[in-house]
């Protein structure tokens, strides 16, 4: 099992430009969450998604959206990126309603905005 | 105030000493993980806590639900202990479940 997978593992983007992660949940999770850590702070809660839909939300603008596939894996994507929004973006996958089922990380992307 | 505090931010020691991390968390909880990042970013689940204890290795983890206080515990450190180490609590119910994080504690175990 190769966990949780993200890509790309690095990325630098221009400002004003868009962009999309993508995340591949752990086999029999269902649920993927973003998450946003800056540099020196712990990870910040984008959104989650659990059955295609967007389930919660952090207090991140319309600017970042994301998608759930049937197969569960996931995208964020990002427009008019800003210099803020350079950070590394985790993804964690879960089975939701699992109360002893661990979330499982991945390595993260990290996006640099210039 | 931050729903999950961690308290020091930093922590530096020798090998050898007992190091000690703690955990406030001011919301209901379904569970509380305890992470490491090492630099990189790559998180790696070290515990999910309930309630009690748990021990791995020289890991040992506690819960006091009541207190709504966690703790981690590293006994004899070694430098490859050095890393991040991230408090999370999960909440909410079925379908809307998150974690929360703190925002880590720096440990650095000298030689």
């Known amino acids: 099992d190769a966990g949780v997978t993200q890509s790309p593992t690095h990325l630098i983007k221009t400002r004003g430009q868009q962009v999309t992660l993508r995340c591949s949940p752990k086999s029999g999770h269902d649920t993927v969450s973003w998450y946003q850590q800056a540099l020196g702070q712990g990870p910040q809660f984008i959104f989650q998604?659990?059955?295609?839909?967007?389930?919660q939300r952090g207090n991140f603008p319309d600017r970042f959206s994301g998608h759930q596939f049937p197969n569960y894996s996931s995208e964020l994507n990002v427009n008019a990126l800003l210099l803020g929004d350079s950070a590394l973006y985790l993804c964690a996958s879960s089975l939701q309603g699992a109360k002893y089922t661990e979330a499982f990380f991945g390595q993260g992307t990290r996006l640099t905005v210039v | 105030k931050n729903e999950v505090e961690q308290s020091p931010q930093n922590l530096t020691a020798q090998e050898g000493e007992f190091i000690t991390i703690n955990c406030s968390y001011s919301v209901g909880i379904s569970a509380l993980h305890w992470l490491q990042q090492h630099p990189g970013g790559g998180i790696v689940s070290l515990f999910m806590?309930?309630?009690g204890k748990k021990k791995h290795g020289r890991l040992i983890a506690t819960i006091n639900i009541q207190e709504k206080h966690s703790s981690l515990h590293i006994t004899a450190s070694h430098p490859r202990d050095s890393a991040v180490y991230i408090c999370?609590?999960?909440?909410?119910?079925?379908?809307?479940?998150?974690?929360?994080f703190g925002t880590g504690t720096r440990l650095t175990i000298i030689p």
């Open positions: 998604y659990y059955e295609e839909e967007e389930r």
């Open positions: 806590l309930s309630s």
């Open positions: 999370a609590v999960r909440s909410g119910n079925f379908g809307n479940e998150k974690l929360t």
